[in-house]
Nanobody
Framework: QVQLVESGGGLVQPGGSLRLSCVAS????????IGWYRQAPGNQRLLVAS???????NYVDSVRGRFTISADNVKNTVYLQMNSLKPEDTAVYYC????????WGQGTQVTVSS
């Protein structure tokens, strides 16, 4: 079993920054892919960024150049540094890990508003 706990969400003004963290515990595979989805009200949950066990990263076009995903394998933690935030980035952000199946965190709210 795998548990994921996110933190770091909050309210920020447009142009500001936030860093999300996700700590994974349990049976973590060395071959896992981990990353972030987000879901705005009334919308589907969409992939934001992911990082593989070989540190290959992938971003949705709308955040590329503004968001950076990274992982600390010693701490079993993945981070999402979000810069130049826009109101359209407002959503609940979910950490996930894929290792044969997908495990989800509980989500953390990010609100970008003046």
């Amino acid at each position: 079993q795998v548990q994921l706990v996110e933190s770091g969400g909050g309210l920020v003004q447009p142009g500001g920054s936030l860093r999300l963290s996700c700590v994974a515990s349990g049976s973590i595979s060395s071959a896992a892919t981990i990353g972030w989805y987000r879901q705005a009200p009334g919308n589907q949950r969409l992939l934001v960024a992911s990082i593989t066990s070989r540190a290959y990263t992938n971003y949705v076009d709308s955040v590329r150049g503004r968001f950076t995903i990274s992982a600390d394998n010693v701490k079993n933690t993945v981070y999402l540094q979000m810069n130049s935030l826009k109101p359209e980035d407002t959503a609940v952000y979910y950490c996930y890990i894929f290792q044969g199946r997908v495990y989800w965190g509980q989500g953390t709210q990010v609100t970008v508003s003046s």
